[in-house]
């Protein structure tokens, strides 16, 4: 019974602090402009509007192709907090030559964020007026 105990306020304690770890979530809904630069030197531009946690990517998903650019593509945020910004750009739902984009990005100043794209390259991305 004694262990029981233990292990029940040991359970609490932890969760209790998870919890006050987690940091809230914060609001980057707009518009956005992105400007990601490739590893091979090329660049792709795309805006994007994002609506709490989903939002459209307009844009190119993948360099150099031509079936990939100027198109309209689901994005999934899955965190947004004071320090950090990380989404999905959802490229294969408009074509299965056109990539998906992991995105992750830190706070660099006001309204400007700047980062990476996995296996693509690096991104800044900014606040629209």
Known sequence: ??????????????ATAAHAQAEPDVSYAGNWSANIATA?????????VMKQFEGTWYGSTTAGKAACKARKVPVTVQET?????????????TGP?????TVELKPVAP????????????????RGR
């Open 1 to 14: 019974m004694l262990v029981k105990s233990l292990l029940i306020a040991a359970s609490a304690a932890f």
């Open 40 to 48: 091979d030197g090329k660049r792709l531009t795309a805006r994007l």
């Open 81 to 93: 907090n004071a320090t950090r910004l990380a989404f999905t750009v959802w490229g294969r739902t």
């Open 97 to 101: 030559q056109c990539d998906d984009l």
């Open 111 to 126: 309204g400007v964020f700047e980062g990476t794209v996995e296996s693509v390259g690096t991104i800044k991305l900014t």
